[in-house]
């Protein structure tokens, strides 16, 4: 059964019960805005799928009331899709004219009415205005006949109902969090770093660091956190350096080298996760970090501060389980080689990585003589490396793979034509922009330069890498969907129906191809089973009976950094 909610005027919400094609069923129900997580929570003993406009807007209020949703539609992330999908090319909703399900932002957006729970306020007033004269009701029929008629509605439908877990998936992340230990994590910032220093001032190692960097270059006023300052100090000082990046100092020799690295690295860590940025974003001994599903154009998720995609190993030490609990660490192997095996129905490339890691399947089929050479190989297929080692190895690789090779070939054409690519269940890459366009006919009338057609071949070449990859990689995050929606479902099945999320196995990270569970001591062993069952049923998902693998590496720990 769904229900479709949408906030009316008069501190209310409408509920309307709907068919599978979006049709009313009955009369609108009127729920006082009060009352509501209330009403959730009696329907959800029932089999339930909300449909409402931003899951951001909707579910965090819900969770902080201790109530657990099932399932979902989301109308915005699958608007994004419907619109943009090929497979849905030819619907109403593809083809009608830019409207304000099309404005609303791909970030997310904040709980209506802010930060307030949205159903405490005494005034719904505040929630019609920020969905504005959206219709919930009307769009989800106009989504349902998109998928009705597309060309592969099956696919499609698999892609929204992951698309829409993943918003599920992601409150809840920001909601529970992910357990840090405050002490933890402060001394290892006053190890490294030094003492918390005051407003405006560095750390004391810091600076130290800084004053070896100004007297081995002569330069008492240099501000190390100015690239330019940098670059023009060293210069001073006769080194030909031609930019301040790590990989590129590592060349000059210079006393000035060492301590200028060893402060870039410090400062990177005070400025990415010091002092503020623990003040700004772990609370209660949480890190609530803020997830964005579709984030990305290929479908990948983003985050909005806090660098929760970005957390760096050395800081891992502070992600400790609570008393009596543990940590399920798991990573899907070679993810996105698999994917291409099973994207090209390639079965030599999925018996290289059946029962065994997929590097050395490669190198014992005869393609490559090492597994540093078939990794670097497949990346450079997956990305479009045509120079280097990659270059080298890439006829050897095509001979022993010609399926996979050919699908990523193929699309890397279709984007230097300005064609779309699709992914595995239907999320299509964006056209090339008007510069593109604009570079590509120029290249082709009498009257083009040299210079015309080289910067048209380069600007050709390069939206192919981006298609080449494309293909690829939103597959990827597709199976990822599918391997957490999944997940998530089996975690609420250990504990009692209605337990609030916090209180039973849980999600608590996402990275791509990793996950991270924070569950109870005793349930550690079926979470770590279910991740690996999940992964294998998402590969079923994608591509049916195909023997194509997807292994996952788990460890039950107490902290993420025993983990790697």
Request: charged share 25%; glycine share 8%; aromatic share 6%.
């Amino acid at each position: 059964m769904l229900i479709c909610v949408a906030a009316a005027p008069g501190g209310v919400i409408e509920a309307t019960r709907v068919s599978e094609r979006g049709a009313p069923t009955g009369e609108a129900r009127r729920v006082p805005a009060a009352t509501f997580a209330a009403y959730v929570r009696d329907e959800e003993r029932g089999d339930i799928r909300w449909v409402w406009h931003d899951t951001t807007a909707w579910y965090p209020a819900l969770l902080r009331q201790g109530v657990r949703v099932g399932r979902c539609v989301d109308l915005r992330l699958c608007h994004a899709i419907l619109r943009h999908s090929s497979l849905s090319a030819g619907s109403e909703l593809a083809l009608a004219p830019p409207c304000r399900w099309d404005a609303l932002s791909p970030a997310g957006a904040e709980p209506i009415g802010g930060h307030e729970a949205l159903f405490e306020v005494d005034d719904a007033a505040e929630m019609t205005d920020a969905a504005g004269t959206l219709d919930p009701v009307a769009e989800f029929a106009a989504q349902c006949s998109a998928v009705a008629g597309a060309s592969q509605p099956a696919r499609l439908q698999l892609l929204l109902t992951a698309e829409s877990a993943g918003a599920l998936v992601a409150a809840e992340l920001r909601h529970a969090g992910l357990p840090w230990r405050h002490e933890v994590h402060e001394a290892f910032l006053a190890d490294t770093l030094g003492p918390r220093p005051r407003a405006g001032e560095r750390p004391v190692k810091v600076e130290s660091l800084a004053n070896e960097v100004r007297t081995a270059l002569g330069a008492p006023q240099l501000n190390p956190d100015s690239p330019a300052e940098v670059l023009k100090a060293l210069r001073v000082a006769g080194l030909n350096a031609t930019s301040t990046r790590s990989w590129e100092l590592k060349k000059l020799e210079h006393p000035a080298i060492a301590p200028l690295l060893e402060y870039k690295k410090r400062a990177r860590l005070l400025s990415a996760n010091g002092w503020a940025w623990q003040d700004a974003w772990v609370q209660g001994g949480r890190f609530h970090a803020e997830y964005m599903p579709g984030g990305v154009v290929t479908g990948r998720w983003a985050a909005r501060g806090g660098g929760a995609l970005q957390l760096p190993k050395q800081v891992r030490h502070a992600v400790v389980a609570d008393e009596g609990w543990k940590l399920v660490v798991a990573d899907a192997a070679q993810l996105e080689p698999r994917v291409l095996a099973g994207l090209a129905s390639d079965e030599a490339m999925a018996a290289a990585g059946r029962g065994r890691d997929l590097y050395t399947g490669i190198v014992e089929s005869g393609a490559v003589a090492e597994r540093a050479h078939a990794k670097v190989a497949m990346l450079g297929a997956m990305y479009g490396a045509t120079t280097g080692e990659s270059a080298r190895l890439m006829p050897a690789l095509t001979r022993a793979f010609p399926r996979a090779i050919r699908l990523v070939e193929q699309a890397a054409r279709a984007g230097e034509r300005g064609d779309v690519v699709t992914s595995r269940l239907g999320r299509s890459s964006p056209r090339p922009g008007a510069k593109w366009v604009e570079a590509q006919s120029r290249a082709s009338v009498e009257s083009s330069r040299p210079d015309d057609e080289r910067r048209a071949r380069s600007q050709a070449r390069e939206w192919g890498r981006f298609t080449r990859n494309f293909i690829v990689q939103s597959s990827a995050a597709e199976w990822a969907l599918c391997w957490m929606a999944q997940l998530r479902m089996r975690l609420a099945d250990m504990v009692p129906a209605g337990t609030p999320v916090e209180q039973g196995p849980h999600l608590v990270y996402f990275l791509h191809d990793e996950v991270m569970v924070h569950t109870p001591e005793v349930l550690a062993d079926r979470v770590a089973e279910a991740v690996s069952q999940c992964a294998a049923a998402a590969g079923r998902l994608l591509f049916g009976g195909f023997p194509v693998e997807f292994p996952v590496t788990t460890a039950i720990v107490d902290s993420y950094a025993d983990a790697k």
